[in-house]
């Protein structure tokens, strides 16, 4: 189970914030909390958390100071980070700690779900590097650090454009190339890293290109196209939920249902019968 922790100095923001996860995700994930950035770090090395969403501005130790220290501790942990403050460094910071995102309060609950989708599959994926990392000995292998969004060192290793035009990340060849293997692939449980590798690119610099082109974040673009998907296969009533399920990419019937009700409002059995009524009206 993947426990999260929540920090903000702020007793109701942290509710707020607290209240909008456990709603979405119920006993699926372990909550934490946390009031100032030195908990966040002595809750880190008590009992290690694989997701932090933390507000900036706190007491003593503020969040980003928070999440640097962890990053030194080499642990798997992803950053979401919370601010009232729309300041570029801030921002700037937030970059150089590898953070998921930097969102602006107040948060709605559409953006903050978005943004922990990812850093679940940041943390599944970083899990699957350790273990190859360890060869299955079931050794602990610490995770390594990696470049940068921006990092020329790694983009020159990785035989990347060293600095592309706007222009250029945009062109519709390399949108398009995208398009192809998510259509191609959305049935299977496919990750950025597929893709990025897909192109022979490094994460930071796929993620860099994805946003550009997309304007939004690739596990938030990748749900949207399953549940589109999903939608014109639950038309066909002779399809039964489950097997929608697996078609659009999703193995678990039940995480299927949370993440088509984010983005429609209603459950796929809902939105079948809405289908079914409107039809018998006509």
């Known amino acids: 189970m993947i426990r999260i922790l929540v920090a903000d100095d702020e007793p109701i923001e942290r509710m707020v914030v607290l209240k909008k996860i456990k709603k979405y995700y119920g006993t699926d994930v372990e909550l934490v909390e946390a009031e100032n950035g030195r908990e966040v770090v002595e809750k880190f090395q008590r009992e290690p958390f694989q997701i932090a969403v933390l507000d900036i501005e706190m007491p003593g130790k503020n969040g980003l ?36 995102d930097y969102l602006l309060k107040p948060v709605s609950e559409e953006e903050l779900i978005g943004c922990l989708e990812e850093a679940m599959q940041r943390v599944k994926d970083s899990l699957k590097r350790q273990e190859s990392i360890s060869g299955g000995n079931g050794t602990q292998a ?36 995208i398009l192809q293997y998510i259509e191609e692939h959305h049935q299977e449980d496919i990750s950025l890293q597929d893709v990025a590798g897909n192109l022979n690119y490094s994460e930071a610099y796929f993620c860099k290109i994805f946003k550009q082109c997309f304007e939004q974040n690739f596990i938030e673009f990748l749900s949207k196209f399953r549940v589109e998907k999903a939608k014109k ?22 995480y299927f249902a949370k993440v088509f009700k984010r983005f429609t409002g209603v459950t796929p059995s809902e939105y079948r019968m809405n289908i079914l009524k409107e039809s018998s009206e006509v």
């Open 65 to 100: 100071e928070a999440a640097a220290a962890i990053r030194d501790m080499h642990g798997i942990c992803e950053m979401i980070f919370l601010t009232a403050f729309d300041e570029f460094q801030y921002a700037k910071k937030a970059i150089t700690v590898r953070a998921v």
């Open 142 to 177: 610490a995770v390594p650090k990696e470049g940068l969004p921006g990092d020329k060192s790694l983009i020159a290793e990785k035989g990347e454009p060293a600095a592309e035009r706007p222009e250029d990340i945009k062109s519709r060849t390399i949108s398009r190339i």
């Open 233 to 254: 296969l639950l038309e066909n009533i002779s399809i039964n939920v489950k097997d929608i399920s697996v078609q659009v990419g999703y193995h678990d019937s039940n």
